[in-house]
């Protein structure tokens, strides 16, 4: 605890601070000041509990000092001193909240005594300020336990017994009624629009909250909201038998935090409801929640309810996609997608489609897709394995729009590598200029194959198509030639520069060697060096 000492007449202040037994009275150290000024300095850059001023000073009283400290927001006990007893200066103090206020020449066991008085004021606005403390922790954190204990109820965490979820209940004093019945809403967060950078993860869970809570639940002053993940929350409603509400008025306020939260918030909902259950049937109805959920793939914002939804056992009748993938052949990738979005969008608006429907979508576009690239020659788990495909991939199952953006990615691939193919310069282009760049590693058919995303015997043949040569003939050529010029720049030996060009068996680069120039390597060294 430390005081400051505040007052012009600087032989006073020295006076106080000698005369007090400060360690007594609880106090650690004794700041000095003899201007409002220097004691702003030392209140902004010390920690002070107490402040000792006297009133009437220049350039700035102790009145005004009091007036700053307020506004700095500082906690101290404020006590006055000043040699007038006057009723205007103590109306003042008082009003500006002083704690004491003494007459100079202020008697030393006078000054002592409200001293004590202060350091027993400090102690007590510590306690206080700890308790607050506490209990707004408590609260925060009791927020937190009553989360998590509903949270493992709707996972099924705890075991689904009446009984059992009492008991824990009551051990982590969680408020629980036995006799109430929950109601759950089962929230989703659909999709984010460009607002949400703007929000950040904290504050839209905040906002989304506070939204959910005054909308679904306006009679309820903490209702308890539980995360299952970041795009899913489940609203319970806790009610005694006697004030059940009927399951249109909470389907009507679903349809309100739809509309308003895509209006207040950087995104669009879906609420998922069924009926009030026990306690200890809420994991089983959460789940048949989530499955209605799962099952809804048209992203638009939208009330279900259980049994009362037509997006389930939709058969599914496959488009004709023969032409489509012609198109990708073409290069017509817009064709392509517009044909796609138009079948999609007719399931939608004749709610002709869900999670099953979509699936069966997938498996064929893909099968056609994988004929498509085989005809080409094309190797798909080649072009298809970047982070993004495969994240598009897991999500493409979860609503028509990422269908549409997941075909969108796969669509773009493959005919942007297709109709590369059909132009075999580029690729030839690509597998020569492999060759040059690897003479002296183990080049084979298949490295070359993978290194441009085709099956080997495909490329061979647009290789052979487009060169006249077969791929091992061109390689050997390479490497003779590469051997060649190291025959006539350098002094290396024969085998190093065998090694350098590509063949680890002397006898075999000879031969070929021969075979392509008419020459050993020896005699084609000494015909140049002649």
Request: aromatic share 10%; hydrophobic share 40%.
């Amino acid at each position: 605890m430390n005081i400051l000492i505040v007052d012009d007449d600087i032989f006073f202040v020295e006076d106080v601070k000698r005369s007090m037994d400060w360690a007594a009275l609880g106090i650690q150290q004794v700041f000095t000041a003899h201007s409002m000024r220097q004691a702003q300095q030392i209140l902004l850059n010390q920690s002070i509990q107490i402040l000792l001023s006297d009133i009437e000073m220049p350039k700035g009283s102790g009145l005004d000092l009091l007036i700053w400290v307020r506004e700095q927001n500082l906690q101290t006990v404020n006590i006055f001193l000043t040699g007038h007893a006057s009723f205007m200066y103590a109306n003042q103090a008082i009003k500006l909240g002083g704690f004491d206020y003494i007459l100079k020449p202020a008697p030393y066991q006078e000054l002592e005594d409200v001293l004590k008085k202060a350091v027993q004021k400090v102690n007590i606005q510590r306690v206080y300020t700890e308790y607050t403390q506490q209990a707004q922790y408590w609260t925060e954190n009791r927020t937190h336990i009553a989360g998590q204990f509903w949270r493992e109820i709707l996972r099924g965490d705890l075991p689904p017994v009446d009984l059992k979820i009492a008991a824990e209940a009551a051990y982590r004093h969680v408020a629980y009624s036995a006799e109430n019945l929950c109601f759950p809403i089962l929230v989703s967060i659909n999709e984010m629009n460009q607002r949400a950078d703007e929000w950040g993860r904290s504050l839209f869970d905040y906002a989304f909250k506070n939204i959910a809570s005054e909308i679904l639940l306006p009679e309820q002053e903490a209702p308890v909201i539980v995360a299952l993940d970041k795009n899913l929350f489940v609203v319970l409603d806790l009610c005694s038998p006697a004030n059940l509400r009927p399951v249109q008025v909470i389907a009507e306020r679903c349809r309100t935090l739809v509309t308003y939260g895509g209006t207040y918030l950087p995104c669009t909902l879906s609420c998922y409801i069924d009926r009030y259950v026990a306690p200890e049937k809420l994991c089983k109805v959460t789940e048949q929640l989530l499955k209605l959920k799962n099952n809804n793939v048209v992203n638009d914002s939208r009330v279900l309810v259980m049994g009362q939804s037509s997006v389930s056992g939709i058969p599914y009748s496959p488009p004709a996609m023969e032409e489509w993938f012609t198109w990708i052949l073409e290069n017509r990738k817009d064709q392509v997608l517009e044909a796609v979005g138009h079948y999609l969008n007719h399931l939608v608006s004749s709610n002709q489609v869900d999670a099953y429907v979509l699936r069966q979508f997938h498996h064929d576009f893909m099968q056609g897709m994988y004929v498509v690239l085989n005809q080409k020659g094309i190797l798909a788990h080649s072009i298809f394995t970047d982070s993004e495909w495969a994240e598009l991939q897991d999500e493409s199952f979860s609503s028509v729009t990422a269908m549409e953006k997941w075909i969108g990615l796969i669509v773009g691939k493959a005919a942007d590598y297709a109709y590369s193919v059909e132009k075999t310069s580029s690729v030839v282009d690509r597998v020569k200029q492999y060759i040059r760049q690897n003479l002296n590693e183990e080049i084979n058919r298949s490295a070359l194959a993978a290194h441009v995303y085709l099956n080997p015997e495909y490329l061979s043949h647009i290789f052979k198509k487009k060169t006249g040569i077969s791929l091992s003939d061109y390689i050997n050529g390479e490497r003779i030639r590469e051997a060649q010029r190291l025959l006539v720049t350098s002094d290396a030996p024969i085998r190093d520069i065998a090694l350098q060009a590509g063949y680890g068996n002397l006898a075999y680069f000879s031969k070929i060697f021969k075979k392509i120039t008419g020459k050993t390597p020896v005699e084609y060294r000494g015909s140049v060096q002649c």
